[in-house]
């Protein structure tokens, strides 16, 4: 258990990091469309982002993928901006849940 809170702190550190402004901005985008009265929505939203960039990470660091780091790098503000793209999308989203599976499958 102990290795479950020194990864958990870490893994917020990693993402609250100021030089990692890319995170934030892309939760940002992710919660944009959402009313705070729709907290859980936001928090799956923020769990699948979470889940799936903790299986990317592993990845790599078991060298199952190798993917180029300038590559990633430039995906990075693409992904944010098919994001707030998506967004625009996303209003009518909210009404379908099996769109809205989709949406967090993305994430």
């Known amino acids: 258990m102990e290795a479950f809170w020194m990864y958990l702190v870490l893994g917020f550190e990693h993402i609250t990091d100021l030089a990692g402004y890319d995170h934030m901005l892309f939760l940002a985008a992710l919660s944009a469309v959402w009313a705070p009265s729709q907290w859980k929505t936001i928090a799956l939203m923020a769990t699948a982002f979470t889940v799936g960039h903790s299986i990317s990470l592993a990845l790599a660091v078991l060298n199952i993928v190798h993917i180029d780091t300038g590559l990633v790098e430039l995906l990075i503000p693409v992904t944010i ?3 707030c793209l998506g ?8 009404k379908n849940r099996s769109n809205l599976m989709l949406r967090y499958g993305i994430v």
Do not use: H, Q
Not at 87 to 94: C, D, E, K, P, Q
């Open 81 to 83: 901006l098919i994001t």
């Open 87 to 94: 967004n625009f999308w996303a209003i009518r989203v909210r």
